[in-house]
C-alpha cells in the first residue's frame, strides 16, 4: 500500500497511532533493497556430464592450443624478435603513405610521345628538315626536333620530293624516332619519276602529290628487297612515262652491226635491266600496252645477251632455243632477223664457226646479213675464229666494209685472248711464290 493512498481518520489516537506504525513499516519496506539471492550450485556431476557430451570439441581445441605453442617454442630467438618487430610498422601507417606521396610527387612526369607523318610535322614546325639530292637514287635528310618532346615521323614510300627541274619519290617506308631537341642525319633510296631529271647534286623540298601507278610498284620493292636498284629505275620510268625502247636501250658495239650507239645517258639502262624491270611490272598484274615491247629489237637483244639470255628465255617463254633461232633467221622481223647470227654465234658457237663464213662469202645475200655474219665470228669467243677472220680479211680486201669489219674481229678477239692470258700468268705468278714457300715449309 502506497502512502498517498491512505486516509488519516480525524479524533482518533489508535487510529492515529496504528496508522503510523503502518506507515513507518511500508515506508521502510520502500526503501530497503530485496537482499540478493544466493549463487546457484552446479553439481559437480551435471559438469561432468556436459565434458563428456562435448568431448571430441574439446579435445580438437585443445590439439589446436597445444600445436600453437609448441610452434611458439620452436621459433628461433631472432625469429621471435623480427616477429615483434614487425608489430608496430602497421600502428602508423599514415607516416609510410605521407612518405610514398611525397616520393610520387618528386618524380618528374615523362614527356607524352607525339607521333604523325614527317610532312604534317613539317607543317607544324615541330621539325626542321634540310633535303639533298642527286636527282636520280640517293636523297640525304638533315633533321632537327625543335621542341621538348620526343616525335616518331613516318615518311612513306611514295614521299615525292622536287627541286628547281627534278623530281624524285621515295622508295622505301621509314620510321624515325626523335628525342627532345635531337638532330639526325639519313639517307634514303630514291627513284626518279622523270627522264627529264637533271642528274646532279640539288636542293630538294617536300612536295605535294601522289603516283598511284607507282603504289603496287612500292609494295613489290618492301616484300623483295633483292630487287635490282637499276631495274627498279627502269620500271618506274615504263609506269609513269610509258617510254619507248630507244629511251633506256644501250647495246654492245658489235650488236646486230648497227652504227655504235653512244655513252649511255643518265637513265640508259642494260638490256638485264630492261627485261627485269618488265618482269617486275608483269608480276604486279599490270597488263596495259608498253610502248617499250613494241619494239621486236627487246626480245632478240635480251636472247643473244649473255646476262640476260635466261631471263629472256623465261620471259618470253622460250622453250627450244634452237627452234627461236631458226625461226629468227628465216621468219623473224626483216630489221632484225640478222640477230639470230650473233645468237648463234654465241650460244651455238661450233655451229657458227661452220656456217657464218658461208653467211659471210655469199653475194646473194644481204650486205647486213653479210656484215653481221663477219662481226657475228667474234662473238663465238673461240680462238678458231681469228685464222677464220684472217682468211675473210684477205678475201674481201682490208679497205673493203666486209674486209675492214674482219680485221677488226679478229683484233678483238686477239685482245681479249691476250687479256686473259696476262690474267692468267699474273694469276699464276701470284700465287707461285706461296706455292714454293708452302712446298719448302712441307719439306722442313
Known amino acids: 500500500m502506497l502512502i498517498g493512498k491512505s486516509v488519516m481518520p480525524t479524533n482518533d489516537s489508535r487510529s492515529l497511532s496504528r496508522y503510523t506504525k503502518t506507515a513507518i513499516v511500508h515506508k521502510v519496506i520502500d526503501i530497503t533493497p530485496e537482499p540478493e539471492a544466493p549463487p546457484r550450485k552446479v553439481p559437480v556431476a551435471q559438469i561432468l556430464a556436459a565434458a563428456g557430451k ?34 608496430p610498422a602497421q600502428v602508423a601507417p599514415a607516416a609510410a603513405v605521407t612518405d610514398q606521396k611525397i616520393a610520387q610527387k618528386a618524380v618528374p612526369e615523362r614527356p ?36 621538348d618532346q620526343p616525335l616518331r615521323l613516318h615518311l612513306g614510300a611514295g614521299q615525292l620530293l622536287a627541286s628547281e627541274d627534278s623530281t624524285i619519290v621515295v622508295l622505301k617506308s621509314q620510321t624515325l624516332d626523335f628525342a627532345p631537341r635531337a638532330e639526325r642525319h639519313e639517307e634514303f633510296a630514291t627513284v626518279a619519276t622523270s627522264s627529264a631529271n637533271k642528274v646532279v647534286g640539288a636542293e630538294f623540298h617536300l612536295s605535294a602529290g601522289t603516283l598511284p601507278d607507282l603504289d603496287k610498284l612500292f609494295a613489290y620493292v618492301a616484300a623483295h628487297p633483292e630487287a635490282d636498284a637499276g631495274a627498279v629505275q627502269t ?36 638490256t638485264v635491266d630492261i627485261l627485269s624491270a618488265l618482269g617486275i611490272i608483269k608480276d604486279l598484274g599490270i597488263d596495259r600496252p608498253l610502248a617499250v615491247t613494241i619494239d621486236p629489237q627487246l626480245e632478240v637483244e635480251a636472247m643473244i645477251d649473255p646476262n640476260a639470255h635466261d631471263l629472256a628465255l623465261s620471259y618470253y617463254g622460250i622453250n627450244d632455243e634452237w627452234s627461236y633461232w631458226k625461226n629468227q633467221l628465216l621468219e623473224g622481223d626483216p630489221s632484225t632477223r640478222h640477230y639470230a647470227l650473233y645468237g648463234i654465234a654465241r650460244f651455238y658457237p661450233d655451229i657458227a664457226l661452220q656456217m657464218l663464213p658461208k653467211w659471210a662469202r655469199q653475194e646473194s645475200v644481204s650486205p647486213v646479213y653479210r656484215m653481221s655474219a663477219v662481226e657475228a665470228l667474234a662473238q663465238t669467243g673461240k680462238p678458231e675464229a681469228i685464222p677464220i677472220l684472217r682468211e675473210l680479211e684477205r678475201e674481201f680486201g682490208g679497205t673493203s666494209d666486209l674486209g675492214h669489219a674482219a680485221h677488226l674481229a679478229a683484233n678483238y678477239l686477239d685482245e681479249e685472248f691476250a687479256r686473259s692470258s696476262g690474267v692468267a700468268a699474273s694469276l699464276t705468278s701470284a700465287t707461285q711464290p706461296r706455292r714454293q714457300g708452302a712446298l719448302a715449309s712441307a719439306g722442313n
Open 235 to 270: 620500271a618506274t620510268l615504263i609506269l609513269t612515262e610509258n617510254l619507248p625502247l630507244s629511251a633506256f636501250a644501250k647495246f654492245n658495239e658489235l650488236s646486230a652491226g648497227a652504227e655504235n650507239i653512244r655513252e649511255s645517258q643518265d637513265f640508259k639502262a642494260d
Open 54 to 87: 562435448h568431448r571430441g570439441a574439446l579435445i580438437a581445441a585443445g590439439a589446436v592450443l597445444f600445436a600453437g605453442v609448441i610452434v611458439l617454442l620452436a621459433l628461433p630467438h631472432g625469429a621471435r624478435k623480427r616477429v615483434a618487430a614487425a608489430a
Open 112 to 147: 607524352v610521345l607525339i607521333e604523325l607523318n614527317l610532312p604534317t610535322a613539317v607543317q607544324q614546325g615541330l621539325v626542321e628538315c634540310q633535303w639533298r639530292g642527286n636527282g636520280k637514287d640517293r636523297l640525304v635528310m638533315d633533321a632537327r626536333n625543335t621542341g
